[in-house]
């Protein structure tokens, strides 16, 4: 309880009650309707953005929403010359949705019928959009409105001013796109994961890309206020690429998606919140940033420290390896007199151009697979070393064998290939050896090691 | 307008606005053509962390401190980037997305905390620059030009970008080749024993470099627009490499001139108030005439390409001509 009394300081930050108070809701009306609406639309973004990652469409996003601002700022200059409500929410998210399609045209229009490649023309479009954006921005700071600042929240969002029938809008909305989504999932999977097949199988890919495309405008569009034209790109690309780390499934990814998503939309919304000089577009990115370089790091499939240790794990295998078929084929060479369960593998030192550490990790790696054990202050394998020595050599030499009766290779070249694929060959593939080597009568019996094509 | 005026408020904006067009066009051939063009609009978007934080270390505006935050940043960003693509498998442009909007929103936050110290910063600057406040009080007529002080006191901002565009001008020049080669065939390079990786690595450096440069005056929307527009429109007129960065030279100063007087004179011209933001209208008319070549270009543009179609469908015999 001291932590929970200490912890609030002057510089306004929250103590953990607080917090606590907050995450479950219990913070006021509006940042309650502000936690929801912005994950809820971290849900829609995460579910239509998976399909966008996956299509490759993660940078139309981002020049979809930069070239959204033309159109915010030319709804607001018409409206306002009709005389009609120039800052109404509906008439500037028309404006945005119809800038963006023009946007998203002008790239298709660029990257299909010119030389010019699709990144160049969605750079094109989404800088020059911007500029025309700020230049209509910058007259209507002329006309003397006061109603460019209601503008400029577009750009970064105004998270804070979410009324209860914006929520309410991207309730729908958000809903309405993940029935969208439900209905289309054949289709899209399709699409994002083949689509030569499926335009061979008579798909009409162009449509279906075309209904992804006006899914993304219009998550882009409701993001607008929550997280403002720069960051919604954030919301659409950061949670399915932190999914995506997580599975290979798309079922799974699409779902991790949308609750990453909504995680990030709800926890940013409260710590921003919590903390009045944390803006909220900016927090609930980092939020989404921090998901993304935490499963970076740690997701036991594509993360980088299970990558790590699955790389290390390898070198030792591979390394390990080595060092019992070097045992094997020093006690077959006859040269030392001792057999191969009371060599000592201190001795392969000679041999071996092994530095200490290195040679330590080996061989604390084959005691740990009980390949070897420490005796009277040597190593030297035990039975199932001696058996696992056996099987690697043998499997080396069945290799061998296969290449120089079967792709005719000279012995002397047959070593550096076996060398590399000794430590894959599963069950399957020696079976299917044996098989094809006992048809031209070169299979040696009895399960033992046949003799070395070369000299060892 | 008298000529004080224009030699104090226009001429140094305008030449700001050159300098950073030129260096910004001049890389972006290069951008272009390896479709590396969204990485001027990554990098340039994640340098504001950097820039915010040395503005928090130091406390003021000073030159050094934010090139040097921002440039750190520009590198981090381009190493998160390929390490995002290589070992989270993803697509450069997912990886971008990811890292630069992560990038700019960690500098989003961070300028509130700036904002309370009293630090004269906001997110508004970095995007659209103020090429408007760039100011050479020193001429006072055309004949005090004569004067090698008056020259002495050039905005910061020009002299800056003209030093960009002698770094970018000299480091093309030195490396020509090996960009040519990188950039059309970087296997061949690779094979030929040219450290792509290097090349690859000088030419992100140069393009954050570029970006942090000019992001103080012209804002990072300009420099995303120079790095491609006035390359893509070049490309499109020729195949030469050389024409090409001429071109896309030349595209890049009446860009640059024509948006500005555009933006500072056309509003009078057509009876409005006041001058319009200029380096907005600048990239508008890298953008206008990047559409004038993609509708008229000789051999690429789309006229040209549906006459060619349609002759086809006319004269199927000479489909093949």
Redesign the interface.
Known sequence: MILLTTTATDAGWPDVAQAVEVLALGGGYNTSLVMIGVALYGLAAGVVGSFA?LR???????TLSHATLPGIALAFIVATALGGEGRSLPVLLAGAALAGVAGVGAVH??SR?????E??????V??????????L???IQ?LGTGAEGGI?KF??GQTAAMSTADAILIGVVGTVSLLAVAALFKELRLVCFDPQFADVQGWPVGAIDLALMALVVVVTVIGLQAVGL??V??L???PP?TA??WTDRLGRMVALAAAFGAVSGYTGAALSALMP???A??????V??AL?FAS?LLSPR?G?LS?ALRHLRLSLDIESQHVLRRVFETAESGVNTVGMDTFPLSRLALTRAWSAPRRRAVIAHLTWLGLVRAADGEHVLTKAGVAEAQRLTRNHRLWELFLINNADLAPSHVHRSADLVEHVLDGEIVRRLEEELARSGRLPGNRSVPMSAHPV | MSLTTFLQLDLPAMLAALFATLSCALLGNFLVLRRQSLMGDAVSHAVLPGIVLAFLVVGSRATWPVFVGATAAALIAVALIELVRRYGRMDQGTAMGVVFSIMFALGVVLIEQAATRNVDLDAECVLYGQLEDVLWLAPTSLSSLADWSVWAQMPREVTTLFGALVVTSLAVAAFWKELKLASFDPALASALGFRAGIIDLGLMVLVGVVAVAAFEAVGSILVIAMFICPAATARLLTDRLSHQVALSLVFAAVAAIGGYVLAAFGPIWVGLASAVAASGMIAVTSGLILATAVVFAPRHGLLKRRRVARSATADPAHSAA
């Open positions: 990652v490759r469409r993660a940078m139309m996003s981002d229009v660029m019928y010119t030389r010019l490649p990144d160049a023309a969605m750079g094109a989404l800088s020059v959009f911007f500029g025309l954006g700020f230049v921005l910058s007259y002329t400029q750009i970064y720069i960051l790109i954030a659409i690309v950061i690429a995506r780390l000089r944390f803006p577009g900016g927090v609930i990115v980092l989404a940033g993304f970076f594509h980088l990558g």
